[in-house]
């Protein structure tokens, strides 16, 4: 749980302005801030379940949108691509120019 936590977390780093304002602020809340569903429900007047659905909702949306468009996936090949060209890898130096070129 704690990965996926990790995962939408950094889904809505990347996708979050496609979201609403709230949304954002929860998901922001929930993943980033580890408040609970109560907390958050206090914070922004609404039910524990308004929370969790909005939660769900935004999931949903953060996870097509990287299923479509792939940024999140490509940040993390470039960072781990950026780790073996420091090392002196000149194949990771190739894959990283040719993502760069297909951005």
Same mark, same amino acid.
């Given at each position: 749980? #704690?990965?996926?936590?990790?995962?939408?977390?950094?889904?809505?780093?990347?996708?979050?302005?496609?979201? *609403? %304002?709230?949304?954002?602020?929860?998901?922001?809340?929930?993943? =980033?801030?580890?408040?609970?569903? #109560?907390?958050? #429900?206090?914070?922004?007047?609404?039910?524990?379940?308004?929370?969790? =659905?909005?939660?769900?909702?935004?999931?949903?949306?953060?996870? *097509?949108?990287?299923?479509?468009?792939?940024?999140? %996936?490509?940040?993390?090949?470039?960072?781990?691509? *950026?780790?073996?060209?420091?090392?002196? =890898?000149?194949?990771?130096? =190739?894959?990283?120019?040719?993502?760069?070129?297909?951005?």
């Amino acid at each position: 749980m #704690a990965e996926k936590n990790l995962l939408l977390g950094s889904l809505n780093e990347v996708y979050g302005e496609f979201l *609403s %304002a709230k949304q954002r602020r929860i998901v922001s809340a929930y993943y =980033d801030e580890d408040l609970s569903l #109560a907390e958050i #429900a206090e914070n922004e007047g609404i039910t524990r379940q308004a929370v969790l =659905d909005s939660i769900k909702r935004a999931s949903a949306k953060l996870d *097509s949108l990287e299923k479509k468009y792939g940024y999140y %996936a490509t940040i993390l090949d470039l960072k781990n691509l *950026s780790a073996k060209v420091k090392e002196g =890898d000149k194949d990771a130096l =190739d894959k990283m120019l040719r993502i760069v070129d297909n951005i």
